[in-house]
């Protein structure tokens, strides 16, 4: 299948990024290819670096960026990894950075990939298909108490605790295999009243793969560098598609915005932590009503822009 991927906040995340032509670039979910192209356009004498831990990506957005020659340097990796990855081609600042932290729609649209719960395939759900954990040692292998927690905190599901018995109850005679198996599993554990606000496993598929590629974990551990690598006036522009995400990067913003630790009595600050930079906007920027009538997929989607002092 073609690498098809919608860049979502396509022009607004170009407008923020505030491209300048010899400036250094990074996309840390290059994905198909999308953002960086928009990038790579603005560039004269400037460079682009372009980092995805997802195989087929990695081929697609070659073959895409490949018109831009020498400017283009392509890494398959995590972007929790930039700052060492970069720092192999003599790059320790940079000028921008994109994430888009969106499943990519060759990856849902992919059947064999299991990412989603229209195909009855095999569960697999890694975005990087060299680890070895997949979603179906997840369901098999964690915890009645553990998938209890995955599917409310990642899911954010109100049945998670009879979802989570349901599978444990379900895997005591057969091993759990396919994403269509675990969807009937799901189904049964939640009222028939209840399934008619959107499918029924949504919630638990979103759980599993977020552990399953440790998605939040990654993006909490990655932001300090990421803000770190920003030369002056370099901006950061993350877009997020649920709450989860858009919350760590909402407080990982205003923390490095306003870091100080004293007590609000204080008449000084005395911790001596001082601001790196600011929010450029106080509200996350949402699609346009155009987009969400192209793309539906695109409908979560929040950006946020961080810019270096």
Do not use: W
């Not at 398959?76 to 720092?87: E, G």
């Amino acid at each position: 299948m073609e690498f098809n991927h919608y860049s979502v906040l396509l022009e607004e995340t170009i407008k923020n990024l505030n491209i300048k032509p010899d400036g250094i670039y990074v996309d840390g979910t290059l994905g198909g290819g999308g953002h960086a192209y928009h990038v790579c356009e603005r560039l004269s004498n400037g460079r682009f670096f372009g980092i995805d831990q997802d195989d087929a990506a990695i081929h697609a957005a070659g073959e895409r960026l490949a018109v831009f020659g020498d400017m283009v340097t392509i890494i398959r990796n995590n972007y929790c990894n930039m700052k060492a990855a970069l720092m192999e081609y003599g790059v320790d600042k940079v000028d921008g950075i994109v994430l888009d932290l969106g499943v990519s729609s060759y990856q849902l649209d992919t059947e064999d990939r299991g990412f989603s719960y229209r195909f009855d395939t095999d569960l697999d759900m890694r975005m990087d298909r060299r680890q070895s954990l997949t979603a179906k040692d997840i369901v098999n292998s964690y915890s009645e108490m553990e998938l209890f927690h995955i599917i409310r905190d990642y899911g954010e599901d109100n049945f998670a605790k009879n979802i989570a018995k349901h599978i444990v109850k379900a895997r005591e005679s057969k091993e759990i295999q396919t994403t269509g198996e675990l969807n009937e599993i799901i189904k049964a554990a939640i009222p028939a009243k209840m399934r008619q606000n959107g499918h029924p496993s949504k919630r638990t598929f979103q759980a599993i793969r977020i552990e399953c590629n440790r998605e939040l974990e990654v993006l909490k551990e990655a932001l300090g560098d990421l803000v770190e690598m920003l030369n002056p006036g370099g901006r950061l522009c993350i877009i997020t598609f649920h709450s989860l995400e858009d919350r760590i990067v909402k407080t990982a913003f205003k923390n490095k915005e306003n870091p100080c630790t004293c007590p609000a009595e204080f008449p000084v600050c005395v911790c001596g932590k001082k601001p790196v930079g600011k929010a450029v906007t106080r509200k996350p920027i949402l699609p346009s009503a155009h987009e969400l009538e192209v793309n539906s997929r695109s409908k979560s989607a929040k950006l946020r822009v961080f810019e270096k002092y």
